[in-house]
């Protein structure tokens, strides 16, 4: 009685056919990379490539319209908040009244100057901040920038409007560069 093949071969065991296993493929080192890990028959690389940019597409797209909106919101905010000033203030009596007994009649001078002469310095240290921090670091802490600006509007005071006035100068730049960066890349 003949004696019937294992069902597991011992590896490496010449089989009954000799070294080469049923379907004829060569068994051990000899045998064929692609037998084993061969490409997926159905794989088709034009689709996987085009599925591929359409994410990425996609992903720049979701990307600028988050800091499009971010920043419609943080400049929106910013400007309210400035528009609400000038006209609150604009009226002499009510400066003299709320500002009189600190002896800050000119505060609106002196915070426009912080706003409006920092960025001129801002310009040079710039390109530093953004290397250094990167991109989207520069525009988170920019527009936290803006927040405390916003928030020392609350509690006015010499010491909190002027030094978050200069503050806000000193990161209008840094956001508006960072946030220019974002987009085109």
Request: hydrophobic share 40%; proline share 7%; net charge negative.
């Amino acid at each position: 009685m003949e004696a019937e093949p294992p069902l597991y071969p011992v590896a490496g065991a010449a089989g009954p056919q000799g070294d080469e296993d049923r379907l004829g493929v060569p068994d051990g080192p000899e045998a064929p990379l692609d037998e084993l890990v061969g490409a997926y028959p159905n794989y088709n690389e034009e689709e996987e490539e085009r599925r591929y940019y359409r994410r990425k597409r996609l992903g720049v797209l979701k990307n600028v319209l988050a800091a499009s909106a971010g920043g419609t919101l943080t400049y929106g905010v910013y400007l309210g908040l400035l528009q609400m000033q000038l006209i609150l203030h604009y009226d002499e009596t009510y400066r003299e009244v709320k500002y009189g007994n600190m002896g800050l009649p000119d505060i609106d001078s002196k915070m426009l100057m912080g706003i409006n002469v920092t960025p001129i310095a801002a310009l040079l240290y710039t390109p530093v901040l953004i290397r250094f921090f990167g991109t989207k670091w520069m525009m988170f802490l920019a527009v936290g920038i803006y927040a405390l600006f916003v928030s020392t509007n609350y509690w006015e005071r010499y010491y909190t409007l002027v030094p978050s006035a200069v503050a806000l100068g000193m990161a209008i730049v840094p956001l508006w560069a960072s946030m220019g960066n974002y987009i085109t890349r």
